[in-house]
Structures are given as C-alpha cells and as structure tokens.
C-alpha cells in the first residue's frame, strides 16, 4: 500500500465511524422534538419523560458526531491538498455555507435545549428542539450538495491557465437533480434509523414490563413514521438508480455484476466471482429473468447498458484507462443495502398491523422483540454500505469525469504521518465507540429512571438528562 | 499581486473568525484548562462545566467556520495549510475531540476514576489546543519551508522553533486569563475569589510574553522593513493586556475580561497586518511564497460568498448574543450540592411564572 491508498483508507474508516452517528442525529433530534411538541400540546406528563430520556441518546450521538465531524473538515485539506485546490472554488462554498448556516444553528440550539430547561419558557425550548433538528437537516443538505457535485459536476468551467475547476452558476450545483435525489434518500434514511433505534430500545423494555406507558407510546409513534420513512427512503433510491443509468451508468452496471450490454437482463440476486476489477465470469449466478430491465426500464426487454460498453465509451471520452470500478464491492453493497432496506420494510410493516390490535405492543410476543432489536442494525448496514457503494462505484473518479482519486492525494504529506494519523485515529475513535456503546447500555438499562415526571422528587441519577 | 477588494473582504472575514474563535473559544479553553485548579470538589467542578456547558460547541462553530471559509475563498491556502501543517493538526484535532467529548461524558458516571479521567481529558484537549493553535499562526506568519507548487516541505520539528514555541505561550497564558476572567465574572462564592486570585497572578506574566512576542514578531519580517500597520493594533494589545492586569490587581473582573478580550482581538488583527498580502510566506524562498491572490477562489464565487455572509452573520450574531443573555446567571458550588436537577427547575417554572425570565440558575433549590 501506498500513500494514497492510506489516505483512501483514513478517509474511509473516519467517514464511516462519523456517518454511523450521523443518521442517528439527525434523525433524533426530530424525534426529540417530536416529543416535545407532544407534551407542549398536551402537557402529557409520558410525552416529557419521552423527549428527556430519548433526548440522552440524542446527546450522546451529538457528541461523537460532533467531535468526528471534526476530522472530515479538516481531511479535504489535509490528505487531499491536489483535489482541494482543484474543487476549492466551488467544493467549499457548500462547507463553508454549512458552517454558516447550520452548524451554528445546530450547535447554539442545542446548548440551549440541555441547559434551558426551566430557564426558558417551554415554548422557546420547543423552538430551541425543532431550531437544533433544523440545523442537523440543513447540514445534510449542503453536504450532499457538495458530495452531489463530485458525482455529477455541474455550474463549472476550468480555468485554462490552472486547469482548476471554477464555479460558474451556484444554482446550477444548489439545484443539482443528483443532490435533491440524495438529500431525501439520506434524510429519510435518518428517520428510518432513529425510528428503528427507538423501536428495539422500546421494544427491550417492553419485553422486561419497564415504563410500559412511556416505551409503547414511543413504538406507536415510532413505528409508522419509520415505515413511511422506509418506503420514502426506497422510493428517492429507486430516482437515484434510474438519474445514474444516465449520469453514471459504470456505477449502475457494476452494482449489476452486468458485463455486457443486455435486453431483457435478469436481476441477479446472488453472484460470486474472484474479487478482482475483471473477474473472468462469474461462478454462479442466482438471476430472476427480465426483472432487472423491468425496473430499470420499465420494460421487461429493455435494454441495460453492461460494463465492458461503458468502460469502452468512456476511454473513447477521457482517454485510455481502466474505468471499472471493484465490482465485488458495488456488487454487493448495493444487494446489501437494498436488502436491509427491504427487511426494515418487513419489520416495520408487521408491527404497524399488529400493533392496532389492543395490548399486543404492551404484551410484546418474544419474536418481534428479537425482530426489533435486530432491525436497529439494519440502518446502520444500509447506511454504510450505501455511501460505500455510491464512493467505490464511482472510482477510479474522484470527481466524476474529471480529477482521478489517484491524482488527488497530497503530495507534501509523508506515508509515515498518514499511518500515525490513521493509528491515532483507530485508537481514538474504537475508544469512543466502546465508551458511546457502553453508555448507550447504560443508558438503555437505567431507564428513564423511576421517578418519572416533574410532579415527583427527583434522585441524583435523573442528573443525566442534563448530561454533564 | 496586491488583493482586490473581494479577496481583502474574505481575508478580513477569515481573520474576524479567526479572531471571533479565540476570544470565544479563548475562555473555554481557559476554563478547560483550569478545571482541576480551580474546582476543589464535584461540585465545584459540575459548576465550573456549567458556566461553559451550553455556549462552547457553538464556540467551536467559529473555527470549523474559518476553516470552511478558507476553503471556499482561498483553496490554495487551505490545501497547502491543511497539508503542510499534517501532524500539528492532527495533535490539535485530538485535543478538540478529547475535550469535546470529555465535557458530555463526565457526568455520566459516579465512579471517581472516570471523573478524574474526563477531567483530564478536558484539561490537556483545552490547554493543548491553546498553546498549539498560537504555533501554528506564529509559523504561519513566520514563514515555512515550501517549494514552488506551494507544498510545505517542512517536518514537524521545523515547525517547532522558539519563535512558534513562544506565540504557543503567549496563546495559552492569555488563554488561561481570559478563562480565569470569565469564571470570576460567571461563578459564586469560593469559586469568583480563586479565579480572581489566579487571573491576577497570571495576567503579568501573559503580558510580559504577549509583549515580548508582538516585539519579536515586528523584526520577524523576512521580506522586508517593520510594517508600521501591524504596529498599530500591536501596540494596543499591548496596552489592552496591561490594563487588564491593572484591572484584575484592582478586583475590576469586567474590565480585566473586555480588556483581556480586546488583547487577545488586537494580536491576531496584528499577526493578519503582517501577514497581509501573503497567505503563507515561504522561508525556503521568497519566490515560493503563497499570495493571497495566487490561493483565491474566483470572483463569482467570493461574491456569492459575500451574499451569504452578509445575511447569515448578523443572525448568528444575534441568536449568539441571545443565548449567552440567557445563561447569564452566575453559578457556585451551591447550586450543584443538592440531589436538585433541571426537573425541580422546570417543575418550578411550570407551577408558576411561565414567561421565562428566571434568572435562578437552574438547580437551586
């Protein structure tokens, strides 16, 4: 391995561990405030102990999301100096808006939220809750601007003596069609994650017959809005799928293992191969017939662009080169994320029936219990091998179409600081992961604490809600 | 060669976060980095956590900010910055998590050793981050070894000389002031006299570094004679970290903290004039020196830039300001003895006066 393969690397494993607790913030935070709202317009004493004690695994994964984002601004300059000068011009505007317009808004609202309680009037903390989950929800959307525009460049020109990109038409990259397909899909996948955490959190505690009020009151709140969440999910992924035949059509090719152009290609369900950029064939191939074009294309013989084409269009455009991305990978990342979405949809889907039915929540059966605490995980794959395969399959690009990932490293910076880096930063980031998991248990085992509501005296232990 | 106004106006809002950063930040740091001198007990401790609690992530925001804002106006500066200064920030990195972490998770447990673990996470991460970030700028307007693409050819150590070494202290002991400032200004009791007792003994040392170093810095110029520009707002740091000192002997805790604030301001107003126009000097050679014109971004670009800034800052400013009206009170050891929590506050606050204007910290009960 090499320099740039390091830094790939430390970009990957720092993007990951920050994007675990991304969804997650985002998506309780406006499940905080969601609570909150509740207990505003009814005063139910359940809805306050719902958005305190949620709102304590909301200020955990504010945390560490907060600290690791750290890193990511900071990255782009530090591993990617040669990219950085090139996409500078426009690549920032969307970071610096982002600091501009949501972290501080996120940032400040929630210091307020922690500490105002019985400092504001109920109503401002309610504005403060909802000012917080706005922030987290703007955030997303000017990062993915700015992802949106290395996967589909857009209101540029190249400056002829620097042979830098420049901005030319800031609509044009706000309003670029690939980020307001991927800001929903990301959104919504947020809330998916979140409503899925705060059902296998409340389903635990329902199984063990703890605060029965407050936890099925948060799985019938949390369920439905998760299965919507879920099917939004899918529906923007299924417009991203179809934006990319065109935009990237490697990147859909090679999350099909599809080699050569096909009418009526099958959807291939599971497929083995070397693990290699041209596997020679594939060693077995599981495929239901025409499924693939047909919904693709809408047309059970419609015809799907295979890799070898696009690779040969693509060095008649940008030159000769190898433009296959790892096919293993987009392969089955795309098949485990489109998997662990459809497994969300089950679950969530079944419980929303079930739960109408009086009691069945409050009595939880063992096997939705064991359903739900395994659905928790199922975001969090999604979520990952999601940005994975949208990252590896549009390699050997770092920029689509115009600056190569292997062109875009820093060239001041020694293989010697990037594995200290990297070592420092697994050490650093496994130890907050082991102490955010353990808090998380602890938090999950405490409980909102027995001596619930404001009418009743409070121990030391309901400290925690302050958090420090 | 000379900037023209929208690469002046981005150089001017860079420096006004930067400068925003440190006097915000600045106490935070301050308060991190004495919470085990200055917090004799939980107590002592949980209160000290609170003066800074609600406000320091917004604080960091000025920062994350900055280096937002480079990127988008002067992307040249930020890669060669970012790359060049490779391990500096990644130690500067590891103390803002350390800290920013140690503040949420020491409340979560009783266990002394978990506290006092936390607690030293806070101390190092807000003391380390202090003394590195004033190397960093004392070696960026010093100049580092860089080549003619504007790669910085520079190891760690070659930024560590006794002039970075010295901007390192002079940070953290105006730091360490602002912080002791502060707390006199937001705690009660035991905790205003110890604060102010430490802030009157530091406050003669941070000046006598601060003065050394602004002196240092004016013959520092390799590229040319004394810039009487950065004299000016020298000079009154100077003066501002002087008079501090005479306010904090005189017990006159607002005073010493503007006056502590305006020091801190008018050193990195200095340090921006002898910079200006470069964005990263070259000791290697004159030549290699990167402008600020050769590192900005586009015009079109600055001035979208400029629409949004002009919009959003004002509104930061304002809901800034509002938040610290807020968490104005002052909190002592008092408040934070008792089994009290937020609830016993919120339950007051609802069977009585909801307009909200309390101004009894929290938990007193």
């Known amino acids: 391995m090499n320099a740039l393969d390091f830094a790939r690397l430390q970009f990957g494993i720092t993007t990951i561990f920050h994007f675990l607790f991304v969804p997650m913030t985002i998506g309780l935070t406006s499940w905080v405030a969601l609570c909150e709202t509740r207990w505003y317009r009814t005063r139910d004493e359940v809805y306050l102990r719902m958005t305190r004690y949620w709102g304590r695994f909301m200020l955990i994964s504010v945390a560490i999301g907060v600290v690791t984002g750290l890193v990511q601004e900071f990255q782009f300059g530090m591993n990617w100096s040669v990219y950085s000068r090139y996409v500078g011009d426009i690549f920032g505007s969307p970071l610096a808006m982002e600091g501009l317009i949501a972290f501080f808004l996120e940032s400040t609202f929630i210091g307020v939220w922690i500490f105002g309680w019985g400092r504001i009037s109920p109503k401002l903390h309610l504005l403060a809750a909802w000012l917080t989950a706005i922030g987290t929800v703007l955030s997303a959307f000017f990062i993915l601007v700015a992802n949106s525009w290395m996967q589909h460049p857009v209101g540029y020109k190249i400056d002829p003596k620097t042979h830098h990109a420049y901005l030319t038409d800031i609509f044009a990259v706000l309003f670029n069609p690939t980020a307001w397909l991927a800001f929903p899909h990301v959104i919504f996948g947020a809330f998916a994650t979140a409503g899925l955490l705060v059902l296998a959190i409340s389903a635990w505690q329902l199984f063990r017959k703890r605060h029965t009020d407050l936890f099925a009151r948060s799985a019938r709140l949390a369920l439905p809005l998760a299965l919507v969440a879920v099917i939004l999910t899918g529906i923007f992924g299924d417009g991203q799928g179809r934006l990319l035949e065109s935009e990237q059509p490697m990147k859909m090719a090679a999350a099909e293992a599809l080699y050569n152009t096909t009418n009526g290609a099958c959807l291939s369900l599971f497929a083995t191969a070397s693990f290699t950029r041209h596997p020679k064939r594939l060693t077995s191939d599981l495929c239901i017939p025409n499924l693939e074009s047909l919904i693709a294309t809408l047309n059970p013989n419609g015809t799907l662009k295979g890799i070898n084409q696009v690779n040969a269009a693509e060095q008649k455009k940008y030159g000769p080169g190898d433009y296959v991305p790892i096919v293993g990978v987009t392969y089955w990342t795309f098949r485990l994320m489109i998997g662990a979405g459809v497994l969300m949809f089950l679950l969530t889907l079944v419980g929303v029936l079930r739960m109408r039915k009086p009691g069945w929540l409050e009595n939880i059966p063992r096997w939705f219990y064991v359903a739900s605490l395994v659905g928790a995980f199922l975001p969090i794959i999604a979520n990952w091998t999601g940005w994975i395969f949208t990252e590896m399959g549009r390699q050997p690009w770092v920029v689509y179409g115009l600056l190569k990932t292997s062109q875009a490293s820093s060239t001041d910076v020694s293989l010697a600081s990037i594995v200290i880096s990297i070592a420092a930063y697994v050490l650093l980031y496994g130890f907050l992961i082991v102490v955010g998991a353990r808090l998380f248990i602890r938090e999950i085992k405490h409980g909102p604490g027995d001596s619930g509501g404001p009418g009743e005296p409070q121990t030391g232990a309901d400290e925690l809600l302050l958090a420090y | ?365």
């Open chain 2, 1 to 365: 060669m000379t900037p023209d106004f929208l690469q002046t106006l981005w150089y001017v809002l860079i420096v006004v976060l930067w400068v925003g950063y440190f006097i915000l930040e600045g106490f935070d740091f301050g308060v991190g980095a004495l919470l085990r001198v200055i917090g004799r007990n939980e107590a002592e401790k949980r209160a000290l956590i609170h003066t800074i609690g609600p406000i320091w992530d917004g604080n960091e925001v000025w920062v994350i900010t900055a280096g937002g804002a480079t990127f988008a106006a002067f992307p040249g500066w930020y890669a060669s910055l970012f790359s060049g200064f490779y391990l500096a920030l990644l130690l500067i990195l590891l103390c803002l998590i350390a800290r920013g972490v140690s503040f949420e998770f020491w409340g979560k447990s009783d266990d002394p050793r978990w506290r006092s673990g936390w607690e030293w996470a806070t101390t190092i991460g807000s003391g380390g981050a202090a003394l590195l970030w004033g190397v960093g700028w004392a070696d960026i307007v010093h100049g580092v070894p860089m080549n003619a693409s504007h790669d910085v050819t520079a190891k760690l150590w070659d930024l560590l000389h006794p002039y970075a070494l010295l901007g390192g202290l002079v940070t953290l002991s105006l730091f360490l002031v602002h912080g002791a400032n502060f707390l006199a200004l937001r705690t009660t009791g035991d905790l205003t006299e110890r604060s102010r007792t430490l802030a009157r003994r530091l406050s003669p040392l941070a000046t006598i570094l601060l003065i050394g170093f602004l002196v240092w810095t004016a013959f520092d110029q390799p590229h040319g004679p004394v810039k009487i520009s950065a004299q000016v707002p020298a000079a009154l740091a100077a003066l501002s970290a002087i008079y501090a000192t005479l306010a904090s002997a005189r017990r006159e805790d607002v005073k010493a903290f503007a006056a502590g604030a305006v020091a801190i301001a008018m050193l990195f107003v200095s340090l921006a004039f002898e910079l200006f126009p470069y964005a990263l000097p070259s000791t290697t050679s004159h030549a290699f020196s990167l402008t600020l014109v050769g590192a900005a971004s586009h015009s079109y670009t600055l001035t979208v830039m400029s629409i949004v800034a002009v919009v959003m800052v004002p509104i930061v400013l304002a809901y800034t300001a509002w938040t610290y009206w807020v968490f104005r009170a002052r909190l002592g050891a008092t408040d934070f003895a008792g089994e009290a929590t937020p609830l016993a506050g919120l339950q007051r606050k609802l069977g009585g006066d909801p307009s909200g204007d309390d101004q009894a910290p929290t938990p007193a009960s």
